[in-house]
């Protein structure tokens, strides 16, 4: 049976080069980098390499990168440590749809006493500079704006967005966890502060991410223990993983420019091809403004679990916004957000593809696509 | 992905009885394109008064597809008295169980054929009207269907009547309402089982069969979210041997689980001087 993975803004295969220069530091640089004697001490200068090679990927300052777990404790720390860095009751200004990880912790600090303001999005998913602008306002304030969605994959303005930002002093993290790799970001020309990215969304393994702090934000450590990434965060660093991290840093920016170029086309081929097949299709979110390996596509009157696991039964992996697998009873946050009607928000299903696509597996699901929509809708009452 | 059965996978690549039943004498429409999930339900009499032919079109997901094509299947042959006493746990049952979270599937399947056999009998309108106080206004429940999933299916938290019926799995302002029914039914319940059941003077017949219905009721429920079962194995005099079957075979906790629940359950509805014995033969 095939195997075709289309599921990439959930989780990305770990390359080869990223394993393999891991390994060293699980059979023989095993020893802890704080430590006073030849065992650590050879294996610190991995993570500064690795330290730099995430750095230039976004070309920011090596001192200006913190390692985490994960991008959850990426945009965890930045909120969070904003906020508490700030004293009491700070405004914090995020999107509707933004990612659990950072919706959550704005909505646990507006437990807390903080003013949290949600920006709503038009039907393309876009952000209304005008209102950002309006409730930005004089006063001190937090944003936390992604940089691109994970699931229709529109991209915000974030160079814009920053400037405004700046303009009226507010602290600015985005959560660039889908971006990262897909295009050149450049921190020295934004004027943002903070910024996650995630490992295991650019082929590094789960368990590891980073966080960029520019020099001088004002952001008080989430783990508070050791004096590891120079005070920032406690814990003994994870050696292999950051470095894996590094590995795929340089990956990423090897192949960027397949993935906009090459990755895009196999993108739009997809999308032409479904559109064209599949009778009653739409594509969520803007077209333009968007990343180049995302399509979210509605299939009318049938629900996105159903759809999933007949892929599945053909060896298509995707994923879906309907309710049934957003773990609640409502379809996604996102395309709910967007206004999208009920007769396409449960049938939403995304495929997000990476650099080990081929132009065969895209036919594959071109191919095999109308047949599963087809056998659907014929159980649908609404047809 | 879910913890799905072969059935419900079977059910759901290969759903029988697809369609609408011509010229049918009875269809029931429940759900919406909204909530998520929607049946349309036909079915045909044949001269002696049974269900004949059933069909059915469902929008939703794998279980909700699967528990359609299995509420076909299981009414078929039947009159619309023994179709009218079919449970959602039946529909479950038929499937070898659903994930709790996908219980309002089964939930689905029997208000559809309620709402099929009101159409048959009175040949009021096909689609279920809402009727009475609703309670969850994010997924329009009201008070009566809540109160009826509570009591078919023994449920005891907010939580469990999410996944069985939706209501309270919106905005979730009516949680405290739902507690407020559950609550209520358990009392009105025990109240009933306490006094109606247990009659004065039991036969031996009666008082087997008020344990079999008190396991089922207030045990086996519990022990099936844990994989386990229980069976009675004998009943002497004010002896009770039962058997603990699946998980819950050698498990640790047994002992406590017999004397603790079972026991105390029994004696609560079925006769205070029983005594329970695991049976180890």
Known sequence: ?383 | MWDYTDKVLDHFRNPRNVGLVNDPDGTGEVGSLACGDALKLTFKLDENKKISEAKFKTFGCASAIASSSALTEIIKGMTLEEAQKVTNQDIANFLGGLPEQKMHCSVMGREALEAAIENYRTGKTEKKIIQGKVVCTCFGVTEEEIERVVRDNNLTTVEQVTNYCKAGGGCGGCHNDIANIIDRVRKERDTKSATALKPAKMTVLQKVKLIEETLDREIRTMLKRDGGDIELIDVSGNIVKISFRGMCAGCQAAPITMKDVVEAKLREFVSSDLIVEEDKS
């Not at chain 1, 944003?143 to 303009?167: C, D, H, Q, R």
């Not at chain 1, 790799?181 to 020295?188: E, H, L, Q």
């Not at chain 1, 396409?344 to 047949?371: D, Q, W």
């Open chain 1, 1 to 383: 049976m095939k195997n075709v993975y289309l599921d990439n803004n959930a989780t990305t295969q770990v390359a080869p080069e990223v394993i393999e220069a891991m390994m060293p530091f699980f059979k023989e640089l095993w020893g802890n980098p704080s430590s006073m004697h030849h065992f650590g001490g050879q294996v610190k200068k991995y993570i500064d390499t690795a330290r730099e090679q995430v750095a230039d990927l976004i070309n920011a300052e090596p001192s200006e990168i913190v390692f985490t777990s994960c991008g959850t404790e990426g945009d965890n720390t930045a909120i969070r440590g904003a906020a508490e860095a700030s004293g009491k009751n700070i405004r914090i200004i995020t999107t509707r749809v933004e990612h659990p990880a950072v919706l959550g912790p704005c909505r646990h600090l507006k437990e807390q006493g903080h003013e949290v303001i949600e920006l709503g999005v038009n039907s393309s998913g876009q952000l209304d500079l005008t209102e950002f602008r309006k409730v930005l306002g004089k006063e001190p304030a937090i944003v936390s704006i992604m940089w691109a969605n994970n699931e229709t994959g529109v991209i915000f303005p974030i160079p814009e967005i920053a400037l405004i930002a700046k303009e009226q002093s507010a602290v600015l993290h985005t959560d660039a966890v889908q971006v990262a790799g897909k295009f050149s970001i450049d921190v020295r020309k934004t004027p943002l502060d903070m910024l996650s990215i995630s490992g295991h969304k650019i082929h590094a393994p789960k368990g590891i991410g980073a966080l960029y702090i520019r020099k001088g934000t004002k952001v008080n450590t989430f783990l508070i223990g050791g004096h590891q990434e120079n005070g920032r965060r406690g814990g003994t660093e994870n050696v292999p993983y950051i470095v894996g991290l590094g590995q795929a840093c340089v990956l990423a920016k090897k192949h960027m420019q397949d993935e906009t170029t090459r990755i895009a086309k196999l993108r739009d081929r997809l999308e032409a091809g479904l559109l064209a097949s599949c009778p009653d299709t739409t594509v969520n979110g803007d077209r333009v403004h968007r990343l180049p390996n995302t399509t979210n596509i509605s299939f009318q009157y049938i629900e996105g679990e159903a759809i999933l696991y007949h892929l599945s039964d053909i060896g298509v992996a995707a994923s879906s916004g309907s309710a049934c697998t957003s773990g609640s009873l409502e379809p996604s946050h996102v395309i709910r957000a967007m206004g999208v009607p009920f007769t396409s928000a449960h049938g939403s299903t995304r495929f997000s593809l990476s650099r080990y696509n081929t132009a065969e597996e895209i036919e594959y699901v071109i191919e095999t696509m109308p047949a599963i929509v087809k056998r659907l809708r014929e159980l649908s009452p609404f047809v």
